[in-house]
């Protein structure tokens, strides 16, 4: 098993920034791809951005140049730095790890709110 927990969701005005992290533990060599998933309520959640164990990112569009997503194999955390944020962006934004053998767990959540 793998548990996943996410810190630095908080209120920022539109254009600020703010940085998650997400801290893994449990059989972390067993960590494949790690990625960022939000969602608003009445929504599905949203992928928004990965990373593979080698490092290798991919975003949705609606983040790409304002997001960047970084990995740490060594601490086992998965941060995600975000810039130029807009209301739009506001979501419960949570942690994903893909593992090779153990299937896929969450992180519990953190709300990020950015104001107008």
């Known amino acids: 098993q793998v548990q996943l927990v996410e810190s630095g969701g908080g209120l920022v005005q539109a254009g600020g920034s703010l940085r998650l992290s997400c801290a893994a533990s449990?059989?972390?060599?067993?960590?494949?791809?790690m990625s960022w998933h939000r969602q608003t309520p009445g929504k599905q959640r949203e992928l928004v951005a990965t990373?593979?164990?080698?490092?290798?990112?991919t975003y949705v569009p609606s983040v790409k140049g304002r997001f960047t997503i970084s990995r740490d194999n060594l601490k086992n955390t998965v941060s995600l730095e975000m810039n130029s944020l807009n209301p739009e962006d506001t979501a419960v934004y949570y942690c994903?790890?893909?593992?090779?053998?153990?299937?896929?767990?969450w992180g519990q959540g953190t709300q990020v709110t950015v104001s107008s």
């Open positions: 994903n790890a893909r593992t090779y053998y153990y299937g896929v767990f």
């Open positions: 449990g059989r972390t060599p067993s960590i494949n791809v």
């Open positions: 990373i593979s164990s080698s490092g290798i990112t």
